[in-house]
């Protein structure tokens, strides 16, 4: 069997190795756009994934209650009555008929996707009643809603407030009427044996509260 042999040119030789290295560089190009494989895809997609929960505040007693406390004694003589849970703090004034409630200590939370910074002393829920004890407004802020803080301030009125009853039923009564969220809280305050059935008066219009 004979050898062969093969002779190329300079000009031949330059341009076989031009079209090797453009081969070489399309398969790069090629490779670099291929479709990743499944998992790879995965750890990316789970590496921008929003993490609300992993970002969301949660009260720590042992984080958090000195920081409340420390709000408690700078604002106890200032209030009538006056509670801390959970990172709030309640407080009665005006001889117990105006309740409010405030966070204890600057933290970040998120709303909306976005971070925000929430500082000691937002204004967080409110509340009122009338001479006769009779509960006349409640509400508390969107944000801090579904957190058991109306449920809190509930209980808060009800230790401090004699003879507290909540008047139901009677909407076209603009005094003692309630928002769709309070009538809920009234009735979630019920269930729970917070408010006994004879402090909530269904369907009756009550007179003008007295003069004390």
Do not use: W
Not at 12 to 41: A, C, G, H, N, V
């Amino acid at each position: 069997m004979q050898n062969l042999s093969i002779c190329f040119t300079l000009d031949e030789l330059t341009r076989l190795r031009y079209l090797l290295d453009m081969t070489k560089s399309q398969r790069l190009i090629t490779d670099f756009f291929k479709s990743k494989p499944k998992t790879s895809q995965k750890l990316i997609t789970d590496f921008f994934k929003p993490s609300f929960e992993k970002k969301m505040y949660h009260y720590s007693a042992a984080r958090d209650y000195p920081k409340s406390y420390k709000y408690l004694k700078k604002h106890r003589l200032s209030s009538d009555a006056i509670r801390i849970y959970r990172g709030y703090c309640y407080r009665a004034t005006g001889d117990f008929t105006e309740y409010n409630v405030y966070t204890t200590f600057d933290r970040s939370d998120r709303h909306q996707g976005k971070n925000i910074f929430i500082k000691a002393g937002t204004h967080v829920a409110t509340a009122s009643i009338d001479s006769d004890s009779a509960l006349t407004h409640i509400s508390v802020e969107s944000f801090f809603q579904k957190q058991g803080i109306g449920t809190q301030l509930i209980r808060f009125i009800n230790k401090h407030a004699p003879q507290f009853h909540v008047y139901a039923g009677i909407e076209h009564n603009s005094r003692y009427r309630l928002t769709q969220e309070g009538a809920a809280l009234i009735q979630s305050c019920q269930r729970k044996g917070i408010l006994d059935d004879e402090q909530v008066i269904l369907n009756i219009v009550p007179t003008s509260p007295s003069i004390r």
